[in-house]
């Protein structure tokens, strides 16, 4: 009887038991064949990946967890430490990887990877870069959560750097589209066609302002900044000195250049003399009056201070880089009652130049003077061609802001809204970069 009772508690345990079991869940089997070669025409930073899908894609398969590592430096290998780089959804089979690079600074190895033994040894090689390899992963995720086991590359690959980046074809356009303009506009200026360009009052006063100081009986002072003649702002300022000293020169008035690098005084003395001899008064010329003062920045603006309120010169131009000496040089100026004309690409100190100057060359004025003053067709082709650019430039902004307000306004889910926000984020990550 007891033997009978124990079997039946068995057999009905074993019946509840098969019954209430969980069915085991089932890990996706892992993707095969995983390749890695570097992407064609880029700039060295991207990887192309592509596998085949795990034999569970279908049933089981979530997504593909895509995970990169550092694997060596130099000609030494490194334990490999994996990070995830994408989620990429179940049924697609390749991915590029992006932001690579080829090679690393000897500081940016230190920080990145400190004490490791091999990279220590490439370290003692004296490399100033070191070559960095990569290695990558894919596993397959499942619905649940469950993960495959790792497919991994068998080698490092180093991304390399091509000779065209194809993702900026539209730079190419963009640079024939510049020259083009440049070229149209000098040939149309060549046979005779006029340039029309808006005027700029502070180059239409430098006659006011040599013939003032001509009929007053004084000097003209010009300041080609404080910079020197690696500074485009000085060479600016060394093409309107050209067309004040002829005008200096036809006119008999003293023009005075003085100056804080050794160079300029030297380019400003050619400058100075080529234009007296175009004005046909090499005999008025006088080099001592284009000289070198000092390099220390307010060592030289405590001279003009001096020399500008003994001398009282009746027109005074500024023209170049200038810092905190703005003010000072034009309020002094100003207190002593000259005409004066300034110009300079230094957002800071363009207000102070505003207000205490008669005119002011607000930043591309200042840069399109040569042209304005010469009239030559090459530079005028030029300057047009530049606004051809800007059009671009300018159609390009109020192009993405409309698309970005369309794209909210229709819907960012939706074709069109995707649409355009693939081309807003194209102009935002390619084009601007």
Not at 114 to 134: F, R
Not at 360 to 366: A, P, R
Not at 408 to 416: H, K, Q, R, T, Y
Request: glycine content about 10%; overall charge negative; hydrophobic content about 45%.
């Amino acid at each position: 009887m007891q033997s009978r009772l124990i079997g039946s508690w068995l057999a009905a345990s074993l019946s509840l038991g098969g019954a209430a079991a969980p069915a085991l869940a089932r890990t996706p089997a892992r993707p095969t064949n995983l390749i890695a070669v570097d992407h064609p025409w880029d700039d060295a930073q991207k990887i192309d990946l592509t596998w085949e899908l795990s034999p569970d894609d279908a049933d089981l398969v979530q997504s593909y967890q895509v995970l990169k590592a550092v694997a060596r430096i130099g000609e030494a290998e490194i334990p490999p430490e994996f990070k995830v780089v994408e989620f990429v959804p179940a049924g697609r089979d390749s991915f590029t990887v992006r932001g690579l690079g080829r090679e690393l600074k000897r500081w940016q190895v230190q920080q990145e990877f400190g004490e490791i033994e091999a990279v220590a040894a490439e370290l003692a090689k004296g490399d100033k870069t070191l070559h960095i390899g990569y290695a990558f992963q894919v596993i397959a995720r499942g619905k649940d959560g469950s993960v495959s086991t790792p497919l991994q590359t068998t080698i490092p690959i180093t991304p390399s750097m091509q000779w065209f980046d194809g993702n900026r074809r539209y730079f190419l356009a963009t640079v024939f589209i510049f020259c083009g303009a440049v070229v149209f506009f000098i040939e149309a200026g060549r046979r005779g066609r006029t340039l029309k360009i808006r005027k700029i009052a502070g180059l239409e006063a430098v006659d006011e302002a040599v013939g003032r100081a001509t009929e007053m009986g004084r000097s003209v002072l010009f300041i080609i900044g404080i910079q020197d003649m690696n500074d485009i702002q000085t060479i600016a300022g060394i093409n309107i000195l050209a067309r004040v000293s002829k005008t200096a020169a036809t006119y008999d008035a003293k023009i005075e250049v003085p100056t804080c690098r050794a160079l300029v005084m030297t380019t400003a003395r050619e400058t100075v003399h080529a234009a007296f001899m175009e004005a046909g008064r090499p005999d008025a010329y006088n080099e001592d009056l284009i000289y070198y003062v000092t390099d220390e920045q307010f060592g030289f603006v405590a001279y003009l201070q001096g020399m500008m309120v003994r001398e009282k010169p009746a027109a005074c131009f500024y023209m170049g880089s200038f810092f905190a000496e703005s003010l000072i040089l034009a309020e002094t100026g100003n207190s002593i009652g000259a005409i004066q004309i300034a110009g300079t690409a230094q957002p800071a100190q363009l207000p102070f130049f505003v207000a205490a100057c008669d005119y002011t060359l607000i930043g591309e004025e200042f840069f399109a003077a040569s042209a304005y003053l010469t009239g030559t067709p090459e530079e005028l082709g030029s300057l047009k061609g530049q606004d051809v650019g800007k059009l671009i430039v300018g159609a390009g902004i109020i192009g993405g802001v409309l698309a970005l307000t369309l794209a909210n306004l229709v819907g960012p889910a939706s074709p069109f809204g995707t649409f355009l926000l693939d081309a807003v984020l194209y102009f935002k990550t390619v084009v601007l970069t």
